[in-house]
Each structure stands twice: as structure tokens, then as C-alpha cells.
């Protein structure tokens, strides 16, 4: 079977990259027993390294899975229990007086109330917060990271409310009762125990991830988040595909990461979610869910990502024996969200698992030349257009308040088609950022420079592919009023 589906993939890879302008994408294709692996592009544009399977890049929440899975092996000990009351498990305290009633499997399943905290990032060169101290410190402040805190921390426990913060708190109680730090625990008791030598948790990058306006490619830049146990985790898409090969062994009655009844309560839906796929959708324990109404074709993963260079798609069809993962390093400048039906890595993995049953098809076309520019030129004042964007995204959502290094990320841009490169200006792109930084992270102030960017913007985000004349400045469910 998986024979079949590679060789499509090999062919289609480089159309896929191409059509989506992602300098690079890796996929890897799992059964109980078989694990192959594609790639095509480009890891580093400027240095020309090639991506491959096995090139490590932040992946975002594909850390939430690995924390479920650490949770549940607590569980199985004995340590802890699926509806225990979460602050019976954590330090005294720790979520501040009076805290709402949460059980563990309600952080699991994003209902523990939280808002995002996206991920909470730092530059690169702070230390790692220990994971109890952030949690504790989080709930001192009482706010979401997004925007210097217009929106509340805390909410209501219950309805669906995805969150990394949340599932940070299950990453705290893993950490505060298992008596190690979580990084160490799932070291050992994840990653060498499934063979995944080339993960770890500390965001390390063997891929450049790429801020993307149309064609035209700037290295995103290099971010720490303190919400590790969340979206922490760097890994190759070889190496979490070895995660989900011993999860399908599970599936199948086998004892591996964690026993068949543990998975079972995994990927029992707990509650509807929105769905970027298109079926309904489920949460269960740190898994996305597929509609069980799909019988044969159910399946549940999680779409990931990491900003603003790094999406990825993660999918197990147990009913088949077969998982797939990948990763594209690019991010869509022009989208806040960028959709799986439109991205490299959510295209790969539907069309494995599609092929994987209809069979692949007999022929696919090559591809007719290189990949062409789909998008603006770069000029002067487009270039300080990138720039204020990437300060919006970073300096005012995620409210980083160290200085981005803008020469680092400047040399290395490149376009991924034929654009004439004389038109690209790296200091203006300086300014841009800088113009944002000034005023982040007021999402009101944000607001107003973005609407003194004028139609011209407008027009060029449309050029680079929006859905709409918007510049998404602020991103209004982060930057509303609180609720």
C-alpha cells in the first residue's frame, strides 16, 4: 500500500510546495509496521539546505498529545486520576484564592477555562521559566498574553475554550507530581521510548521557518515560549510519525506509550470544537477528533503551528493501520489562520490517507518549470509594509517586548520565484517593524497605524493572497473587549 502512496506523494510534493509558495515541506507516512518518509525544498533558502524527514522545527501543538500521553501515564500509576479536582494535584495556591472547580480531564479537553496565551513568547536567549513558576505567575496577572492583556485569563470552565495556557496547567501537574521536571519526564518516558532522537523540548530549529507575503520570504524570527508543555516540543516529521506508528500499534490492543484503554479515553470525543476540516470536530484528551459518524474513515491528530514560520498536519486513521504527519515552514502573512485545505502539510497528509484507500493515482502530470511568483514585487514601501506586519504579529499579539534582530532576518529573505530582487529594502523593513514596536502592544494604537497604511496595503495583501482587503490589525478575537 504505503508503495503506491509515496510514489504519488514524491511526484506531488514539489506541486504542492510550489502552488503553496513553501520553500519546504516533509512528510512521513506510518503503518503498525512500515514507516516511509518524503521532503521537498528547502530547510534554509539562503543556505540552500535541503529539507528532509528527519529536519528537527518547532512544532507547535504537537506538544499538547505528548503531554496527554504523560498525563496518562500518571493516570495508569495510580497518581492521579481522570476527573480528579486539578488543584489537588498542583501547589497550594498555585492558581491563586478561590479558583474555579476544574478537574485534570477538563484542561485535557480545553475546558478548564482559559483563554490562549498563544505561546507566550520571549526571545530566544531568556532562560526557560520552570513550568509551576509561569503557571503561578500567569495567574497572579489574571490576563492573556495577546495584546498586553485585553482579554481575561480565566473564564467560565466548560464550553470549549482551546488553549495552550490550559493545557501548561496539566503540563504543571504532570511536572508537580511526577517529582522531575517535565522536560526530563517526557524525555525519557515519551521520546527515547518511542525512538524519537531527533525531539526534544526546548524550540530548537534545524529548519528556517518563513514569514510569507505572496512569494517573497523573510525568516521569522527566533522565538522561546514559556508555555512549553503546550507547544514546546522541536521534532522531525519522521520522528512523530514513530510517536503515532506506536500510538496505531495501541490501537490495535497493543501495550506501548500507554495501554489500549488509556488511548481509548484519548479519543473520546468530550466536547464539539470548531473544524478547519470541514467535518464536525471533536476535543477529546489533547487530540482533535474527527466526526465517529465517518466510521471507517474517522480519524484524530492535531493540525499545528508555529509562529510565524511553521504548520503542521498530524492525522491517525485507526480503522486503516495508517498515520501520516508533516510540516511546510511557511507561515501566510496574509492570513491570520492558514487554512489545512490551503497549506502544503494538511494537503499531504488528506491526500495520503485518501490514496492509502482509493489507491493513488495512475498518473500525475509533472510539473511544468519551476515555481513562479504568485504574488507583488517588493518595493520600497511594500517592504515596510512586511515590516509593521511582522511587528503587529509579534510585538503587539504576542506582546515580545525585546527588539526582533531585523538584520539577521533581512539577509536572509528570499523569493521563491522569478521576482526582480532590486525592489526589496531592507531597512524599510527595519522601520516598518519598529513602527509597529512603538506603539505595541495597544491593539487601538495598532489599529489606527494599520489604517493609515491606506488602500495601497490593502490592495498588496489582496495581491498576496487575503481573503479579504484587510490588514488583520489587530487580530479581533485577541484584541476584543474583554468578555
Not at 506603539?439 to 487601538?444: F, G, K, L, S, T
Amino acid at each position: 500500500m504505503l508503495d503506491d502512496v509515496m510514489t504519488a506523494l514524491d511526484t506531488v510534493l514539489p506541486r504542492l510546495a510550489a502552488v503553496t509558495g513553501t520553500p519546504g515541506v516533509a512528510v512521513a507516512v506510518a503503518t503498525s509496521d512500515e514507516l516511509r518518509t518524503a521532503a521537498t525544498g528547502f530547510a534554509d533558502l539562503a543556505a540552500g539546505t535541503p529539507m528532509t524527514a528527519e529536519t528537527p522545527a518547532p512544532a507547535g501543538s504537537l506538544t499538547k498529545p505528548v503531554t496527554g500521553l504523560a498525563f496518562l501515564q500518571l493516570v495508569e500509576a495510580g497518581v492521579v486520576g481522570l476527573d480528579t479536582p486539578v488543584d489537588e494535584v498542583l501547589p497550594a495556591g498555585l492558581r491563586g484564592p478561590d479558583p474555579a472547580a476544574v478537574t485534570t480531564a477538563m484542561l485535557a479537553a480545553h475546558q478548564g477555562g482559559y483563554y490562549s496565551d498563544i505561546v507566550t513568547a520571549t526571545a530566544p536567549t531568556a532562560p526557560a521559566e520552570p513550568i509551576l513558576d509561569y503557571v503561578r505567575r500567569r495567574h497572579e496577572i489574571g490576563r492573556a498574553v495577546e495584546y498586553g492583556g485585553r482579554l481575561p485569563l480565566v473564564t467560565a470552565p466548560g464550553p470549549y475554550s482551546y488553549s495552550s495556557f490550559g493545557v501548561g496547567v496539566l503540563g504543571g501537574v504532570v511536572e508537580h507530581m511526577a517529582g522531575e521536571p517535565y522536560a526530563a519526564r517526557v524525555h525519557r518516558e515519551v521520546f527515547a521510548a518511542t525512538g524519537m532522537t531527533a525531539t526534544s523540548i526546548d524550540d530548537s530549529r534545524g529548519s528556517t521557518g518563513y514569514l510569507a507575503f505572496g512569494d517573497w520570504c523573510v525568516p521569522s524570527p527566533p522565538l522561546r515560549t514559556a508555555a512549553y508543555p503546550g507547544v514546546g516540543m522541536s521534532t522531525s516529521a519522521a520522528d512523530f510519525a514513530r510517536l503515532l506508528q506506536s500510538l496505531l500499534r495501541t490501537a490495535r490492543g497493543d501495550r506501548g506509550l500507554v495501554g489500549p484503554d488509556s488511548l481509548a479515553a484519548m479519543v473520546t470525543p468530550r466536547i464539539a470544537r470548531p473544524s478547519p476540516h470541514g467535518v464536525r470536530s471533536f476535543s477529546g484528551l489533547t487530540l482533535e477528533l474527527a466526526d465517529p459518524e465517518l466510521g471507517e474513515d474517522w480519524w484524530w491528530g492535531h493540525t499545528a503551528a508555529f509562529p510565524w514560520g511553521f504548520w503542521w498536519e498530524a492525522r491517525v486513521w485507526p480503522h486503516r493501520d495508517l498515520a501520516a504527519v508533516a510540516v511546510g515552514n511557511r507561515w501566510d502573512m496574509a492570513r491570520f489562520h492558514n487554512p489545512a485545505t490551503r497549506s502544503a502539510p494538511g494537503l499531504a497528509v488528506e491526500w495520503a490517507g485518501r490514496w492509502a484507500v482509493s489507491g493513488a493515482p495512475g498518473k500525475l502530470p509533472d510539473m511544468d518549470g519551476r515555481p513562479r511568483w504568485t504574488g507583488p514585487r517588493p518595493t520600497a514601501e511594500s517592504s515596510r509594509w512586511m515590516g509593521v506586519l511582522t511587528g503587529e504579529r509579534t510585538h503587539g499579539l504576542l506582546g515580545v517586548a525585546e527588539p526582533l534582530p531585523v538584520t539577521a532576518m533581512t539577509a536572509g529573505a528570499r523569493s521563491l520565484g522569478d521576482a526582480d530582487l532590486g525592489g526589496w529594502d531592507p531597512e524599510a523593513f527595519a522601520r516598518g517593524v519598529e513602527q509597529a514596536r512603538a506603539v505595541a502592544p495597544d491593539p487601538d494604537a495598532l489599529g489606527v497605524l494599520g489604517r493609515e497604511l491606506g488602500p495601497a496595503a490593502a490592495l498588496w495583501m489582496l495581491e498576496c493572497g487575503a481573503s479579504s482587503a484587510d490588514l488583520t490589525m489587530p487580530v479581533g478575537f485577541y484584541a476584543g473587549a474583554p468578555r
